[in-house]
């Protein structure tokens, strides 16, 4: 009799413990940030202070933007509501700071991934939204057709950017020298390049195109051929919040994914209500409960992200195609179109 | 994180697009510190030298009898002091670059000097195989005069080169000039010459022009503070109105104004990292800009910015505080 108690007491103890055990699988779904939005109600967003194609507000003062579209789809996802964004504007200059310090939960301001800000600078890269390099607008009447011309030229840049780095090598490179000039904001270096201060203007390839069409009349200025720089563009987040990192992740695989399966903002709620069989389609549009849950996230997270934005396609359209500035998809082209943009498998 | 100042000795990689000595790609971040505190002393010096001047002759003009002159000097003093710095730097910066002419058709000025929209560009000194050997001479002998004018006072032996050895000096110095290297179009830009950039004429004008209005209030107050008697006496003794105020009023003024006008000087020292804000590559915007963003190294950089600032701003008042003390009056 007592020896069966006891047995009993020790497989009680055994599932209390094995339940304990259990536990930390369940809580290891916990992110401070992810707990600090949710509890604030709204994501804390850096963004550009303005540049069109990546982030700007309009005429109402409503932020718009490819970077803007990604901040609005994580709140989507994590708050239920692409509206509760509260938008940082932040320079070249301090947005690394601003991220450290917790000001904003997640930096995405056309800012390249390199080595020293992984390692150096305890930032966390989580995904490239756009893959560009560093390219040279001119004023035509300059007669220049090719960056290697430069010797001797001003070129307006941002600092504290990756930008006047290339910009050396590159000279050094070429075994010529291109002077730079440098500024905080993007709007007090357009207009020196307007007025003439430098020959030129020098960004990504994106911004280089925002730049041009800024400019009072923009057929004056061309851009060089040349890129001379490997720039991927994308997601900062601080170092040490894994959770947090893959939510930011696999938002951005969402919005690939969704252009890889024809998902988009209009149809979305068409193939729901189809009861698609195809499993990749069930996660992508939430109806795999169990799957969202690993991010500690509610089931129709991604739906959310689809109805809000759109996918990456929609976004690039709307931001930098034809009817907007009128860059060519390239490289930020899907995998499958001969780009780089390569979704990671939603299994 | 680690705190430490390594990574001074480490290559940059960036261009400073203004420097005043010496300045590649490859050289460390130590030399970038020396490089833009340069640019920083030289934006204080120039904006200090100016900013007095200006101001003394606004205060003056604040007191002066004519109308005109009062009227003119108030509406100045009232706007600039009235108005954000920063503001009026962005401003200059914007009216100069949007006024100027590009580069291919600068404005020639007398002397081979150009002004574009690229800065004023000089000609530029020289010096063949002396080298810096004449000027040397020039700034030797001038430090000698006193000397020489007091062995002149006492009818001593060499007293004659009191006036004499300086102006051989510049013989010299005009005899060893090897060529002028005119500024000249080519490419983008004008090789030769040196270059003033529009960013550092922006600056200097702004913060002068700020100083300024606030050295004018010095100086009227000062002038006002001076007793009226003194005026009085010296137009009793026959002095004219300059003469009574540059030899009676001002010199009992300026005892007054120092400690004030130190302030400005610390002021203006401070506000040269308003620079940044035009591109001026000063301390703030190299260091607090560019070497934060590339190295990561925020405690650091602050660190350096607000030390050599410190300093700076000590060695100032340090000056001053000996000059007051040596122009006080001796009572006894």
């Given at each position: 009799m007592t020896s069966l108690r006891k047995l009993a007491y020790a497989a009680a103890l055994a599932v209390c413990g094995l339940g304990a055990a259990g536990l930390p699988a369940e809580a290891q779904v916990k992110s401070a940030t992810l707990d600090a939005v949710k509890k604030r109600g709204e994501l804390n967003c850096g963004v550009d202070t303005g540049i069109p194609g990546f982030a700007f507000q309009d005429s109402t003062g409503k932020w718009k933007g490819l970077d803007v579209a990604y901040c609005r789809a994580i709140a989507a996802a994590v708050?239920?509501?692409?509206?509760?964004v509260k938008y940082v504007g932040v320079t070249t200059k301090v947005r690394f700071t601003v991220l450290q310090s917790g000001e904003i939960d997640v930096l995405i301001r056309d800012s390249t991934l390199t080595f020293t800000r992984d390692t150096q600078l305890n930032l966390s890269p989580i995904a490239v939204n756009f893959y560009a390099g560093q390219a040279f607008m001119v004023k035509k009447s300059l007669k220049v057709a090719s960056s290697k011309e430069l010797n001797g030229a001003t070129i307006c840049m941002l600092t504290g950017a990756t930008l006047e780095l290339n910009i050396a090598d590159y000279g050094a490179a070429n075994g010529i020298k291109i002077n730079s000039l440098l500024f905080d904001k993007p709007e007090e270096a357009f207009a020196a390049a307007e007025a003439g201060r430098c020959d030129g203007y020098s960004d990504d390839s994106g911004s280089v195109a925002a730049a041009r069409s800024t400019m009072k009349t923009p057929d004056d200025w061309m851009i060089l051929p040349e890129i001379i720089s490997k720039e991927p563009l994308g997601i900062f987040a601080r170092e040490g919040d894994e959770k947090w990192g893959d939510i930011l992740k696999w938002t951005h695989m969402i919005l690939l994914t969704a252009e890889e399966m024809g998902v988009t903002k209009a149809n979305a709620d068409q193939i729901k209500a189809s009861k698609p069989v195809d499993p990749f389609m069930q996660r992508l549009l939430g109806l795999d409960e169990d799957f969202s849950k690993q991010l500690g996230l509610d089931g129709a997270w991604s739906y959310r992200i689809i109805k809000a934005v759109g996918n990456y396609g929609e976004i690039y359209d709307e931001y930098f195609g034809p009817k907007a500035l009128g860059l060519p998809r390239g490289t930020n082209n899907l995998w499958t179109k001969g780009g780089l943009q390569y979704a990671l498998p939603l299994r | 994180m680690n705190f430490g100042?390594?990574?001074?000795?480490?290559?940059?990689?960036?261009?400073?697009?203004?420097?005043?000595v010496p300045w590649s790609t490859a050289d460390s971040y130590g030399r970038a510190l020396w490089v833009c505190l340069l640019n920083t002393l030289l934006a204080a010096a120039i904006g200090i030298v100016l900013g007095s001047l200006l101001g003394f002759l606004l205060g003056v003009m604040r007191l002066s009898a004519n109308w005109l002159a009062r009227s003119l000097s108030l509406a100045i003093i009232e706007i600039v002091r009235n108005t954000p710095q920063l503001l009026q730097i962005i401003f200059w910066y914007v009216v100069m670059i949007q006024a100027l002419p590009p580069p291919r058709n600068g404005l020639a000025l007398p002397g081979g000097m150009i002004l574009s929209v690229r800065g004023l560009n000089m000609p530029s000194i020289e010096m063949g195989t002396a080298g810096l050997w004449p000027f040397l001479l020039l700034v030797a002998s001038l430090c000698l005069v006193p000397v020489f004018r007091g062995l002149r006072r006492r009818r001593r032996v060499f007293g004659w080169a009191a006036p004499l050895l300086p102006a051989i000096a510049l013989v010299v110095v005009l005899l060893s000039v090897d060529h002028l290297d005119y500024p000249t179009l080519r490419g983008f830009n004008y090789v030769g010459g040196v270059v003033v950039p529009p960013e550092l004429i922006a600056l200097v004008a702004g913060l002068s022009l700020y100083m300024s209005a606030f050295v004018a209030e010095i100086v009227r107050a000062s002038l006002q503070g001076i007793a009226k008697g003194q005026r009085e006496a010296a137009s009793s003794l026959g002095l004219s109105g300059a003469q009574a105020l540059f030899l009676v009023i001002l010199p009992q003024a300026l005892r007054v104004m120092i400690p004030q006008l130190t302030n400005q000087y610390l002021n203006l020292t401070k506000s040269t990292s308003l620079g940044a804000a035009i591109a001026y590559p000063e301390l703030v915007q190299i260091y607090a800009g560019t070497v934060l963003n590339q190295t990561g190294r925020a405690l650091e950089t602050m660190f350096l910015v607000m030390i050599i600032f410190l300093g700076i701003n000590l060695a100032i008042s340090g000056f001053m505080a000996w000059y007051n003390a040596r122009v006080a009056i001796v009572e006894r």
């Open positions: 708050l239920g509501d692409a509206e509760k | 100042f390594a990574f001074l000795s480490q290559r940059t990689g960036f261009d400073i697009p203004f420097h005043v």
